[in-house]
Each structure stands twice: as C-alpha cells, then as structure tokens.
C-alpha cells in the first residue's frame, strides 16, 4: 500500500506538472521564441536518441552475455 501511494502521488505529480507545462505554453514560447523552442527540441532529441542507443547496448548484453561488458 505504501508503494501504491507513493506512485500515485508521483503519478500526479507529474499530471500537474503537465498541466502547468499546456496552461503556460504560450507564455513560455514568449520568453524563449521558436530559435529557443526549435533548439531545446533538438537537444531533447538527442537525449532521447541516447537513452534509447544506452537502453539498445543493455539489452543486447543482457541477452547476450557472452559478448562481454563488464555488466
């Protein structure tokens, strides 16, 4: 029950981050611009793409030990 709770709250949490991320969308896009929008996209991008490579490598070790990592 602890752990249910906990997730819940962190499940809103984050529900009420998104919330306040759609209800300030527009003031946010006047304080940074769209060079400002376009760049942070592209930086998230990157990361996205390096977690998902990092998540790939782990994957491909965990199935296949045998072709080493010092996991």
Known sequence: PAAQAL???AMIGVLAMVW???VLAEAIMKI?????VQVGS???GIVLAAI????VIEGVRTSFPALGGAG
């Open 7 to 9: 997730i819940a709250a």
């Open 52 to 55: 998902a490579v990092n998540n």
């Open 42 to 44: 592209r930086v998230l």
């Open 32 to 36: 940074v611009g769209l060079n400002g």
């Open 20 to 22: 306040a991320g759609f």
